[in-house]
T-cell receptor
Framework: GIQVEQSPPDLILQEGANSTLRCNFSDSVNNLQWFHQNPWGQLINLFYIPSGTKQNGRLSATTVATERYSLLYISSSQTTDSGVYFCAVGAYKLSFGAGTTVTVRA | DAGVIQSPRHEVTEMGQEVTLRCKPISGHDYLFWYRQTMMRGLELLIYFNNNVPIDDSGMPEDRFSAKMPNASFSTLKIQPSEPRDSAVYFC?????????FGPGTRLTVT
């Protein structure tokens, strides 16, 4: 199956800071999604982004499919951004990375 | 739309008992997925359906697990008999294309 590597594994931020999360994958894909798992365990769909760039408020994502990586940018981080961020790739059968645990301190 | 609905949200059962997890996908979505999340193995796809037909069940751990989708608005994941190693959070997701939307999950504890 497709291998998905996320970095860094852990990230501690001060409120208001910016950060970049990375996702590398081992094969070409039709589907790449970023999810946020909040402290209550809910998986929230952030972006469907097999290629290109998208923005949603303080979050944006870029996927360079030819180089097999995707980046998630968090700007002006808030405590509500805390949780685990997952990258998932594949087609209908998604393979998930191990996630980046983000902690935003007030 | 109410999103993907799962029940129960929490289930505690004894080893050897049958467990049935339920899922109602988002209306209009023709793909339905069952995932399991554990600390050791992360998020794993167990099985997925298209138009109520199982397409890939290669992630189902063993014969104790079975999944059905009798109609477009309902699916079940059954474990019989349950074992302590089945303790996990089980997510259902649905999608109209590649993009998937997850339900709140069922936290299963087998003692």
């Amino acid at each position: 199956g497709i291998q998905v590597e996320q970095s860094p594994p852990d990230l501690i931020l001060q409120e208001g800071a910016n950060s970049t999360l990375r996702c590398n994958f081992s094969d070409s894909v039709n589907n790449l999604q970023w999810f946020h798992q909040n402290p209550w365990g809910q998986l929230i769909n952030l972006f469907y982004i097999p290629s290109g760039t998208k923005q949603n408020g303080r979050l944006s994502a870029t996927t360079v499919a030819t180089e097999r990586y995707s980046l998630l940018y968090i700007s002006s981080s808030q405590t509500t951004d805390s949780g685990v961020y997952f990258c998932a790739v594949g087609a209908y059968k998604l393979s998930f990375g191990a996630g980046t645990t983000v902690t935003v301190r007030a | 739309d109410a999103g993907v609905i799962q029940s129960p949200r929490h289930e505690v059962t004894e080893m050897g008992q049958e467990v049935t997890l339920r899922c109602k996908p988002i209306s209009g979505h023709d793909y339905l997925f069952w995932y399991r999340q554990t600390m050791m193995r992360g998020l794993e796809l167990l099985i997925y359906f298209n138009n109520n037909v199982p397409i890939d069940d290669s992630g189902m751990p063993e014969d104790r697990f079975s999944a059905k989708m009798p109609n477009a608005s309902f699916s079940t994941l059954k474990i019989q008999p349950s074992e302590p190693r089945d303790s996990a959070v089980y997510f259902c997701a649905s999608g109209g294309g590649y993009e998937q939307y997850f339900g709140p999950g069922t936290r299963l504890t087998v003692t």
